[in-house]
Structure formats: C-alpha cells, structure tokens
C-alpha cells in the first residue's frame, strides 16, 4: 500500500521567512502534485513534478522531487499571508490512476 | 478557465436515505474521479472511472457506493442507505490523464 507522509503538519511562521514543507513516499513514483486548500474550500493544483529532479517555481513557492530518495519538497520564500492555506502533496502510480495524499501542512503565515 | 461542476453544494439527509450527488467534468477529460474528505482529515480516493466503466476503487467504496455516467457530461456517486459516519465532502476530479487532476467545488454531505 502506498503511503504519503508530509511534515510539518502544521507550521506556524511569520512574513518574510522561509521554511520547507517535506513529503516522504513510500513505495517508487515520479509522479507527485502539490495542491493547495483553502478552508472549505477545493483542492486548487499548484504543481506537477513528473520526472526526477523536477523544480518548479511559482511565485514564492519552489516545489522539488528526488526519485531515489521518494521525497518532495515545496520552499516558501518570503511568506506572505496570502500563503495561509493546507497543502497537501499526493502520488500516483500511472496516468490516470488514483491520487494518494498525504495527511496535509496547514501553513498560518503571521503578520 | 474550464471547470468541473458539482450540485449541490451542500446536501443535508436523514440516516438510511440515499442520496445522489452529481459532478459536470472538464468537457475533454476522459478519466472522473470521486473523493471524499471527512472533516479535518486527508483526502481519501473512493473510485476512477474510465472508458465507461470503473477502473479503480478503494476499500471504502464497498456495495453502499456507485457511480454512473448517465449521458455523455454528467458523472454521478450514488449512496445506498447513508450512515452518519458519510458525512464528508465529496469531491469530484477529472483528467486528461498525463495532467493533474481538475477538482471541483464539492458537495458537503451531512447525515443526519
């Protein structure tokens, strides 16, 4: 069974400083997204890593996969409060196969 | 932006009843999706959908559970004799298949 671990799960941090977000696998994957929720809200995608040492970058977000380690990182530069959200990370096996997530980072960005 | 649509948004229905809730994909998206998302919790996979027939589901979506794709745009999740414990958000996807999935609004299902 596939298994998706992220961590923190939650992560308090004031504007302007950075952190990672860190999502372990564990069985072999080179497919994972990054999503992000706001509260009661839907899963919005933010990035799509499909090869190892795939980077991505949007903003002040950088999202990042290592393969052989079956581990995903997503940086936050600067953190705004606008970033305030749960982000999960999710794994599948093939194209269109089931999504596996991780339990979620709820992220506060304080002013 | 295409999206996916979901109705209703919010569902409320007493113990025992059956409810259907009802997902609009992406128009030339080939693979739909259900989810759900207890309150709190991560997001589980209950059934993909391919080819007009299921291609995958998980351990939770036993007999109580069906999906359907009435006609060529909606796709549907069908609850036989609902139990407390299904209130969640369900959430529907869909895909091209090599891209992230599309996720709708959801359809907060609350089991009285």
């Known amino acids: 069974e596939l298994k998706v671990e992220q961590n923190p799960l939650f992560l308090s941090m004031q504007e302007g400083k950075n952190y990672t977000i860190y999502c372990n696998y564990s069985?072999?994957?080179?497919?994972l997204y990054w999503y992000r929720q706001d509260p009661g809200k839907s899963l919005e995608s933010l990035f799509v890593?499909?090869?190892?040492?795939a980077v991505k970058q949007e903003g002040r977000l950088m999202a990042s996969l290592d393969t052989k380690a079956r581990l995903s990182t997503l940086h936050i530069t600067a953190a705004v409060h606008d970033l305030s959200a749960t982000y999960f990370c999710a794994v599948d096996w093939v194209s269109g196969s089931r999504l596996t997530f991780g339990e979620g980072t709820q992220l506060t960005v304080n002013p | 932006e295409p999206e996916v649509t979901q109705t209703p948004s919010h569902q409320v229905t007493q113990m025992g009843q059956e409810v259907i809730l009802r997902c609009v994909p992406i128009s030339n998206h080939l693979y739909f999706y259900w989810y759900r998302q207890i309150l709190g919790q991560k997001v589980e996979f209950l059934v993909s959908?391919?080819?007009?027939?299921?291609?995958?589901k998980s351990e939770i979506f036993d007999d109580q559970f069906s999906v359907e794709r009435p006609d060529g745009s909606n796709f549907t999740l069908k609850i036989r004799s609902t139990k407390l414990e299904d209130s969640a958000m369900y959430f529907c996807a869909s895909s091209e298949g090599n891209q992230p999935q599309h996720f709708g609004d959801g359809t907060r299902l609350s089991i009285l």
């Open positions: 890593l499909l090869s190892n040492g």
């Open positions: 069985t072999t994957s080179d497919r």
């Open positions: 959908f391919y080819n007009n027939e299921i291609s995958e």
